[in-house]
T-cell receptor, first 114, second 117 residues
Framework: AQSVTQLGSHVSVSEGALVLLRCNYS??????LFWYVQYPNQGLQLLLK??????LVKGINGFEAEFKKSETSFHLTKPSAHMSDAAEYFC????????????FGKGTKLSVKP | DGGITQSPKYLFRKEGQNVTLSCEQN?????MYWYRQDPGQGLRLIYY???????QKGDIAEGYSVSREKKESFPLTVTSAQKNPTAFYLC????????????????FGPGTRLTVL
């Protein structure tokens, strides 16, 4: 069965510092992986997705993620944090089979200190 | 502008009442979904629909019901049988028509926050 684990429910960085949000997956089939961002009291917005093309995926707002099969990881990074990056981030994997829907991690809340 | 709308944004319900949350999309998507979000729990799938007049239970369907009479609409009813309905509810849609819809991006509405008094 597919699952996603996000390490760290809260991450705090200083403005201008590297952002690293960790996501590990478990999947019995080749996974499709997604990162979404959620600002307070809003819906989710897609940052990027991996669908078995390039292993390094670039997304919006300067974020990128690298698919590492050997480590079963899909960590999200951004070289320099901005105050506007403060939000909650969710990693997700498709359920597989014919269902085509997503299994979400529990989320990581990112705080950015001035 | 194309997108997903959910109404109302905030909803208050007395215990024992059924309430219906609205979800409408004008993206011409076939697939629609309902998720429940609780603090620290991520999103959990309630129901999903791949096509009009058809829907399937997700992981936490007990106490909820849905209908899909029109392509653009997927309302969710929270019944009195749902023991702990206070949560943030998110509706999403995706194309759903590709041969492998596992790769489809899901687009989310702004959510409805339901509080039981």
């Amino acid at each position: 069965a597919q699952s996603v684990t996000q390490l760290g429910s809260h991450v705090s960085v200083s403005e201008g510092a590297l952002v690293l949000l960790r996501c590990n997956y478990s999947s019995s089939v080749p996974p499709y992986l997604f990162w979404y961002v959620q600002y307070p009291n809003q819906g989710l917005q897609l940052l990027l997705k991996y669908t078995s093309a390039a292993t390094l995926v670039k997304g919006i707002n300067g974020f990128e993620a690298e698919f590492k099969k050997s480590e079963t990881s899909f960590h999200l990074t951004k070289p320099s944090a901005h105050m506007s990056d403060a939000a909650e981030y969710f990693c997700a994997v498709t359920r597989g089979g014919s269902q085509g829907n997503l299994i979400f991690g529990k989320g990581t809340k990112l705080s950015v200190k001035p | 502008d194309g997108g997903i709308t959910q109404s109302p944004k905030y909803l208050f319900r007395k215990e024992g009442q059924n309430v219906t949350l609205s979800c409408e999309q004008n993206l011409n998507h076939d697939a629609m979904y309902w998720y429940r979000q609780d603090p620290g729990q991520g999103l959990r799938l309630i129901y999903y629909s791949q096509i009009v007049n058809d829907f399937q239970k997700g992981d936490i369907a007990e106490g909820y019901s849905v209908s899909r009479e029109k392509k653009e609409s997927f309302p969710l009813t929270v019944t009195s049988a749902q023991k702990n309905p206070t949560a943030f509810y998110l509706c999403a849609s995706s194309l759903g028509t590709t041969s492998d819809w596992s790769t489809d991006t899901q687009y989310f509405g702004p959510g409805t926050r339901l509080t039981v008094l």
